[in-house]
């Protein structure tokens, strides 16, 4: 009983976080569920990098179809997320939740390419779990006072981030883009794209924000589109595909993440990988026959317009390209693609080594920049986790 009710509880406080960070994105606790629209973030991830190998005007076709029926979508979600606590009444509400998360992961994975495999092997194997305890034990491990006992424990510790921390995923949706691409040119001067999977391990830090830094105007959303203002959300929408408009929206949320160091670290990093891949440093661990071992990730933006470098020949340079696009309700415009760093591969001077940053610095990095401005929600009073917990952990 002991082991099922805190199996359940960290999952359910992963749900219900999500539920309650929507809940204060707008101004009333279902704005989320009505104001939102999903079928922009189908739109953002494939100009991110998601399911490229279809052609856009059949995934157009995904996004009209999403768009006709996001509303119940959200619902439904939202519903789940908000119910999740129920999960400990009966153990058929536990496999009827589980499955319903499971499902839910699976559907998020096909619009946007954001894989939660790992949530979803855990709801799975908690519905095999369940089904496999013992009916004295089920007795024990479900009803109404284990259900109230973990929306206790939830408040007094996850929910005040002791104990674990669960992630508050709670965002408006935009059709607005902003992102670093990477390039290399070959020997033969072939151009290649520099997919987040080919960076692996750090396949989730190219799949998000990284290289904000170069970024050359201010930035007002974060990865796909994302915004947590409901002003700045309209401001988007109002500007539509409007360089100008989409300014004056910079002006009043647009935050400038510049950095000289960790522009010139991300620099010698690429510098010295390229170096070493071009001295013939093998970039695996396993071989090719055993790869399929490896965990998959959980951000596919593996695809572009250009063919993927796959180690077809050594680079002599590389190149990041800031690019935004806009969806208008029906194309996906480019309104700006800049090249904001170029540099060649010496192979006589390579830098010194240097480490990548992992995903949550560069999110506290911005985290620090948005404060007050992409990010301003009201939270939870007494210790409670808010919609900027992420800013006053920084600037705690």
Known sequence: ?????????????????????????????????????????????????????????????????????????????????????????????????????????????????????????????????????????????????????????????????????????????????????????????????????????????????????????PVITYHLGEVWKPQLREAIYSAGPNLEALDKVRVQFGISPKCVHRSKRHQNYLHRFFYELNLGKQKYVLPKMLRWLKAPGDQLFYWGEIQSFRLQEKVTEVSLVYREEYFDGKELLRLREETVLQFNIDMDNPPLAETEPSPKEIDDFLLGHAAGRLIDLPGFNGGYVQGDDGKKAILA
């Open 1 to 217: 009983p002991v082991l099922i009710f805190f199996l359940l509880s960290v999952q359910i406080s992963h749900y219900l976080i999500t539920a309650l960070a929507k809940c204060f994105l707008g101004p009333k606790w279902y704005s989320w569920v009505t104001d939102n629209r999903l079928h922009h973030i189908a739109a953002s991830a494939y100009s991110w990098g998601w399911a490229r190998f279809i052609p856009w005007d059949k995934w157009k076709q995904v996004i009209f179809v999403t768009k006709k029926i996001e509303k119940p979508l959200q619902l439904m979600a939202f519903t789940i997320e908000l119910l999740s606590p129920l999960a400990l009444l009966h153990p058929y509400l536990a496999i009827s939740l589980c499955i319903a998360w499971a499902g839910f992961h699976f559907g998020v994975f096909c619009l946007s390419g954001l894989l939660f495999w790992d949530w979803i092997l855990t709801d799975l194997a908690i519905v095999f779990f369940i089904t496999q305890l013992p009916d004295s034990v089920t007795l024990q491990s479900f009803g109404l006072w284990p259900c109230l006992v973990s929306l206790a424990f939830l408040a007094l510790f996850p929910l005040r981030h002791k104990l674990w921390k669960p992630m508050p995923l709670g965002w408006f949706d935009t059709p607005f883009t902003q992102r670093i691409h990477w390039r290399v040119k070959g020997e033969s001067g072939q151009e290649y794209g520099l997919y987040n999977n080919f960076m692996c391990p750090h396949e989730r830090l190219y799949g998000k924000v990284n290289a904000c830094f170069f970024a050359p105007v």
